[in-house]
């Protein structure tokens, strides 16, 4: 289960995919139940919205609706018939939209709220950064503002380095390929072959970010070191989103739903560690929290929370 982490089956399920469906388990039956409701629902809100699309451009109206279903059913009806998506892909690309970084962004969240309880310093340090801009009735400025802060920008830059959500990701190369190499050689790759894309450990390198790599340093983000710049990613220095074709498409909103979080929370809570909980990552499909309690793993984060006081 999600408590436990992965099996050894589920590894091996990696290379040789016809195992679950020839010899599902309980985790094979779950996924596949969950598959059926999803499946379900959605393609139910699909018809639905598609009816609704439809309704509108009959009518001669504009279509109101901008939610993203609506307007990938909508670019959908532009495109012609050969190129349309069917109603299966369509509800495979907002199951994408709206799974793919639900538990990512709270991980990322959890971590960062994981460090400043550990980091007292650090903690008031973005609370003081962010009490400008934290009053009743901010303007459009102010909330501008608060969320292109530099410093919380760096908190949340340095938790998704130092613990990224997605620790590692695998790629099959579609040909044969000789990577060139830094020191001058070549890594060929053979088509077919898996690639593991080690994201945690290209953000923690020695060689790029010094001998303190593994300490949370937000400050390190206002002088990146010239190693840390020529590093890939979509952000600067960060391979938390991977990079290139397949890399995260709404790595943008999943940093701004993070600012906004912790610029609402911080000024109004102090969060400290909680006292005798080991608190350990898992690697499972996301990095999450695991505490020990009864001789049992599993996934939370008990962190002390209370109200903040001038």
Known sequence: GASSGFTLRALVEVWFPWIARVFPDDRCRT???SQETINRVGSQIVQRKK?????????GNYVKSKDMLSLLIQANMLENSANRLSDEDLLTQISTLLFAGSDTTSMGLCWALYFLSLNQDIQQKLREALAPYTHESPSPADQTALLSLPYLDHVIKEALRLVPPVHSTLRVASEDHRIPTSDGTEVFIREGQFVHVAIEAFNIRKDVWGEDSFEFKPERWASLPPAAKASPGLVMGL??????PHSCP?????MLEMKAILAALIPAFVFEP???KNI?????LVTRPFVKENGEWSSRLPLLVRPYST
């Open 280 to 284: 350990r990552m898992g690697n499972l």
């Open 31 to 33: 996924i596949k139940k």
């Open 239 to 244: 391979m938390s989103f991977i990079l290139g």
């Open 250 to 254: 709404g790595y943008q909103f999943a």
């Open 274 to 276: 909680a006292p005798d």
């Open 51 to 59: 009816e609704e699309v439809t309704q509108e451009k009959l009518g």
